[in-house]
């Protein structure tokens, strides 16, 4: 039976509930061609794990992984499928055409659609590693979770992770994408467990669990290297970012970096964790003052030549860094800065003196809200060029 629709935006707060489906594929093509136009990695991964893979950094790291360097990958991610009147989520869709167009070129896709921080997942994908990648073996592993909650494998508990400043209310200028103003914002402390939750959620244990789980499985591969991902951000940003919640689970990334190098060094591999910079993805939406930074940085970013997405990003990250010559170049906290260009003492400058003058009647003036609104569709497959949005489409779409 079929299951088409004509679907539309249906947007609530930060989030998209709908996702179009050709619009999704086509975004997928669009960062696939945007690998394509290089020539193919020489010593690139041949055969990827990408856990976080259906969105954002995860799936460019996919992306990247397949189209550049001509690997198999398998993808972890937590999407929804599609039902009688329900488009599936944007991450599904990613994924169903990222299938579609890996088997158009003869490369290797497997994807597993569940709870990454769960042992059963874990122990599906080591099996999948074993039985269909090549030489049953992974060469890359790409961390790329992002998630509000986690059950823990060995209680049960349930812990979420929250966006909060510690010890004091942050107050800061905002820009409510919803209705085009500037507003204020104040975000109450963490209190209670927050910080330890959020470090359990979004900080570096469960990577950690994934590598000791693929070492004692016997199928990291000689040389294999893992990344995870990470964000710094601007000064304005460290009340709710760095120095807030999220920013103590990101530390924790870092240390258990150090613990996981230590595992894969027996593999002649490396484990590092690389800091991205801001771009507008599900995960990043969410984080207040974050929509009003980007587009004031998207906007000076565009005009010196600088802008990059995730996929931008992530083939700079493969071609300049981890596959160039084997040459990774780290700060003095042994992290791969790919915010180099965000964090530019000029790009800064020009987005801090703009940030006091934005107000809601120059949004347009001062920032790049329809390009942020643009890419936030995006993620959503909507906007995209040759798409007929008001064409009923088939909703459900199989991930082989
Ligand atoms: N967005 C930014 O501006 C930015 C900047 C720097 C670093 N980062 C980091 O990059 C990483 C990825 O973030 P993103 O912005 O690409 O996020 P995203 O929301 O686009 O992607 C998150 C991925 O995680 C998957 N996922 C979530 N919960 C899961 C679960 N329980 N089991 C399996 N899969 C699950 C989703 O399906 C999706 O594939 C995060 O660590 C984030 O902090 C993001």
């Known amino acids: 039976m079929s299951n088409t629709q004509v679907v539309k935006p249906r947007i609530r707060g930060f989030i998209c509930i709908t996702a179009h489906p050709e619009g999704c594929a086509a975004h997928v093509r669009e960062q696939i061609a945007h690998v394509k136009k290089d020539k193919p990695l020489k010593d690139g991964p041949k055969s990827v794990l990408i856990i976080g893979s259906s969105t954002g950094y995860g799936l460019a790291s996919r992306i990247g992984a397949a189209f550049g360097s001509g690997a198999a990958t398998l993808g972890v991610f937590f999407e929804k499928e599609a039902e009688p009147g329900r488009p599936a989520s944007a991450g599904w869709y990613n994924t169903a055409a990222f299938h579609q167009e890996a088997r158009k070129a003869g490369l290797k896709a497997v994807s597993i659609n569940g709870d990454a921080f769960s042992n059963e997942i874990k122990a599906q994908t080591i099996e999948a590693i074993k039985s269909q990648m090549p030489g049953g073996k992974v060469d890359l592993i790409v961390y790329s979770l992002a998630s509000p909650r986690r059950v823990d494998p060995k209680t049960g508990d349930v812990y979420r992770s929250v966006l909060k400043p510690i010890g004091q209310p942050f107050s800061a200028k905002n820009l409510d994408t919803d209705r085009k103003a500037i507003c204020d914002v104040t975000i109450e402390p963490a209190s209670g467990d927050d910080v330890k939750n959020t470090i359990k959620v979004m900080g570096g244990e469960d990577w950690q669990l994934w590598i000791e789980a693929l070492e004692e499985a016997g199928v990291l591969a000689e040389g294999a290297q893992t990344t995870a991902y990470s964000y710094i951000g601007p000064k304005v940003t460290w009340p709710v970012y760095r120095d807030g919640t999220i920013g103590q689970a990101k530390k924790d990334l870092d240390r258990a970096a150090s613990a996981i190098d230590a595992i894969m060094k027996c593999h002649r591999g490396r484990a590092f964790v690389a800091v991205n910079k801001a771009v507008v993805t599900q995960a990043s939406s969410a ?37 160039n010559h084997n040459c990774l170049e780290f700060d003095e906290d042994g992290r791969v800065r790919m915010d180099d260009w965000e964090m530019r003492e000029d790009v800064q400058e020009a987005v801090f003196k703009i940030w006091p003058t934005v107000s809601t009647e120059n949004i347009d003036q001062t920032t790049d809200y329809d390009g942020y609104q643009a890419n936030f569709l995006k993620l959503f497959g909507f906007g995209l060029p040759g798409v007929n949005y008001d064409a009923e489409v088939e909703l459900d779409a199989p991930l082989v």
Do not use: A
């Open 287 to 323: 984080i207040p003052v974050v929509p009003l930074y980007n587009s004031i940085l998207f906007k000076v970013m565009k005009e010196k030549g600088l802008h990059e997405d995730c996929i931008e990003q992530m083939w700079r990250l493969f071609t300049k860094q981890m596959y």
